[in-house]
Nanobody, 115 residues
Framework: QVQLVESGGGSVEPGGSLRLSCAAS????????MSWYRQAPGKQRELVAT???????TYAESVKGRFTISRDNAKNTVSLQMNSLKPEDTAVYYC?????????WGQGTQVTVSS
């Protein structure tokens, strides 16, 4: 079955960095676009970044220039390097893949940016 397991969240001060990872299994990872989303308390889940099979990437305007999404098809992992973190980046971050028009999500990892 499809599994997505996020890791790497934590607490950091403003201006700090974190690297999130998502380990995928149960499907042919290299064939599919992978995405990171986040959901802050009281807000809707929002798309943060996407990486396509040919490594084409897109980002939300709010994270451009600060976050970098990457993938390792040999290890079936997708990562999100987050630099210059701001308090408004505080959220639960989720990894997502869409297979046959169905969305699969990980359990999420908490990122807290606070002084």
């Amino acid at each position: 079955q499809v599994q997505l397991v996020e890791s790497g969240g934590g607490s950091v001060e403003p201006g700090g960095s974190l690297r999130l990872s998502c380990a995928a299994s149960g499907f042919t990872f290299s064939w599919y676009r992978m995405s990171w989303y986040r959901q802050a308390p009281g807000k809707q889940r929002e798309l943060v970044a996407t990486i396509a099979t040919a490594d084409y990437t897109t980002y939300a305007e709010s994270v451009k220039g600060r976050f970098t999404i990457s993938r390792d098809n040999a290890k079936n992992t997708v990562s999100l390097q987050m630099n210059s973190l701001k308090p408004e980046d505080t959220a639960v971050y989720y990894c997502k893949v869409q297979l046959e028009l169905r969305d699969y999500w990980g359990q999420g990892t908490q990122v807290t940016v606070s002084s």
